[in-house]
C-alpha cells in the first residue's frame, strides 16, 4: 500500500521564525508531489507543487524534493499567525487516473 | 484559477434518509473528479474516482451500493450517501483536476446525521 507519512506534529514556532515541514514516500514510481494548506473546517488549499529535484520556492515558501531519498519538505520562512494551519502533503501516483495519496497532517501553530 | 464549486456546504438529515451532494467544475471540464472524507483531526482519505461516462472506482472498503456516484458530464459530479447513519457524519470534499492548476478543491460539505 502506498504510504505518505509526515512528521508528527503539531509544530509551534514563534512568529518569523523558519517552519520545517517533512514528508516522506513509499511509492518509488511518484512523479508529482503537493503541500496543501488547511483550516479548521475548510477545505485544503493548493500552497506549492513540485515534480524535480531540487528546491522550489514561491514567496515565503520553498518546497524541496529528493526523489533518491523519497523525501519531500516545505519550509515557511518569517512565519505568521495566519500561517497556522494543517499541512498536507500530497503525493500523486503514476496511474492514468492520478489518484492523491496524503499524510496525515501537520499542525502548525504560529504565535506571536 | 481553477473553481469548483461544491454544495451543500452544510446538510443535517434524519437517519435513513439519502443525501445528495454536487460538485461542479465551473471554468474547465473535468473528465475525472474525486470523492474525500475527513473525519475529525484525520487525513483526506479517498473514497473514490468518479469518471465521466463510465462508472466510479471505489477505494478498498467503501461500499458503492452506499455512496453512489454519478458522473453525467464533464463538469458536474454527485455523490449521494444513501439510507445514511451516524457514522457517516464527516466532512466530504470533492476534487478535480484541471489542466493547468493541478487538483483543485471543492469547499467541502458537512453531513450530520442525527
Known amino acids: 500500500q502506498k504510504e505518505v507519512e509526515q512528521n508528527s506534529g503539531p509544530l509551534s514556532v514563534p512568529e518569523g521564525a523558519i517552519a520545517s515541514l517533512n514528508c516522506t514516500y513509499s511509492?518509488?514510481?511518484?512523479?508529482?508531489f503537493f503541500w496543501y494548506r488547511q483550516y479548521s473546517g475548510k477545505s485544503p488549499e493548493l500552497i506549492m507543487s513540485i515534480y524535480s529535484n531540487g528546491d522550489k520556492e514561491d514567496g515565503r515558501f520553498t518546497a524541496q524534493l529528493n526523489k533518491a531519498s523519497q523525501y519531500v519538505s516545505l519550509l515557511i520562512r518569517d512565519s505568521q499567525p495566519s500561517d497556522s494551519a494543517t499541512y498536507l502533503c500530497?503525493?500523486?501516483?503514476?496511474?492514468?487516473?492520478?489518484?492523491?495519496?496524503f499524510g496525515q497532517g501537520t499542525i502548525l501553530t504560529v504565535h506571536p | 484559477g481553477a473553481v469548483v464549486s461544491q454544495h451543500p456546504s452544510r446538510v443535517i438529515c434524519k437517519s435513513g434518509t439519502s443525501v445528495k451532494i454536487e460538485c461542479r467544475s465551473l471554468?474547465?471540464?473535468?473528465?475525472?473528479m474525486f470523492w474525500y472524507r475527513q473525519f475529525p483531526k484525520q487525513s483526506l482519505m479517498l473514497m473514490a474516482t468518479s469518471n465521466e461516462g463510465s462508472k466510479a472506482t471505489y477505494e478498498q472498503g467503501v461500499e458503492k451500493d452506499k455512496f453512489l456516484i454519478n458522473h453525467a458530464s464533464l463538469t458536474l459530479s454527485t455523490l449521494t450517501v444513501t439510507s445514511a447513519h451516524p457514522e457517516d457524519s464527516s466532512f466530504y470534499i470533492c476534487?478535480?483536476?484541471?489542466?493547468?492548476?493541478?487538483?483543485?478543491f471543492g469547499s467541502g460539505t458537512r453531513l450530520t446525521v442525527v
Open positions: 500530497a503525493v500523486l501516483d503514476g496511474t492514468s487516473y492520478g489518484k492523491l495519496t
Open positions: 471554468d474547465f471540464q473535468a473528465t475525472t
Open positions: 476534487s478535480a483536476r484541471d489542466p493547468h492548476y493541478g487538483y483543485t
Open positions: 511509492d518509488r514510481g511518484s512523479q508529482s
